[in-house]
């Protein structure tokens, strides 16, 4: 019965969400577009020639944006464990980002090219699990901040989602320690009750 509850609610909240709306009539697979939107007005993270590196793309809002602002000046590889439809001049590598294969079959996509930007809303499945759930989420973040720290240009930006909550802080102080400028993120489109924020780190230390 709770759970009914809950799903009701969820449901009538998600159809009466602006950014929900906006996603259908402006085209975007999903309201996440508005969160990159909002951050890349202000941070201006995505630049016309460079290679950018998607992780956790499905369905393919951020990836859309990417794509737009880019308009065939550089590259988008997108990487979910989840099938994700075909986006206009985006390449796309199905698999876990947390297996070394996947991870291997994206440096040969690579090839050598440093990134400019590495976007990650990696997010696992929740198990309503407080502390395991939390652990998870950090472990991904980890991945994508080893990641970026390898294949970003010096010059070049992540923005990783992670949740507020155990080993925040810690996390914090490993961005530090790989970027010279470190920066949290809270878009509009980013529900208050939800424990997510966005990570920027620009500039590599080394």
């Known amino acids: 019965m709770n759970r009914?509850?809950?799903s009701n609610a969820w449901l009538r909240e998600h159809v009466t969400d602006c950014?929900?709306?906006?996603?259908k009539a402006e085209g975007y697979r999903s309201r996440a577009a508005y969160k990159l939107l909002s951050i890349d007005a202000k941070d201006r993270l995505i630049q016309p020639g460079d290679w950018?590196?998607?992780?956790?793309a499905s369905p393919g809002g951020w990836c859309q944006v990417v794509a737009k602002k880019l308009a065939g000046q550089g590259k988008v590889i997108a990487v979910d464990v989840l099938e994700?439809?075909?986006v206009a001049g985006v390449t796309f590598l199905q698999g876990d980002f947390r297996e070394d294969q996947v991870q291997m079959q994206l440096q040969e996509l690579l090839a050598g090219e440093k990134l400019g930007l590495v976007l990650s809303d990696m997010s696992p499945n929740i198990s309503g699990v407080a502390l395991s759930d939390q652990a998870r989420v950090?472990?991904?973040?980890?991945?994508a901040l080893d990641f970026a720290g390898?294949?970003?240009?010096?010059?070049?930006?992540?923005?990783v989602k992670v949740f507020q909550g155990y080993g925040y802080e810690q996390f914090v102080e490993q961005m530090r320690q790989i970027f010279q400028l470190v920066a949290p993120r809270k878009p509009d489109a980013s529900?208050?009750?939800s424990p997510e924020i966005y990570l920027m780190g620009r500039k590599l230390r080394r």
Do not use: C, F, Q, S
Not at 19 to 23: G, K, L, P, Q
Not at 52 to 56: H, N
């Open 19 to 23: 950014y929900v709306r906006r996603a």
């Open 84 to 86: 994700m439809t075909p």
């Open 191 to 193: 529900r208050d009750r």
């Open 52 to 56: 950018i590196v998607d992780l956790g």
């Open 138 to 143: 950090m472990h991904l973040a980890e991945l």
């Open 4 to 6: 009914t509850r809950t």
């Open 150 to 159: 390898n294949w970003l240009k010096p010059d070049g930006a992540l923005l």
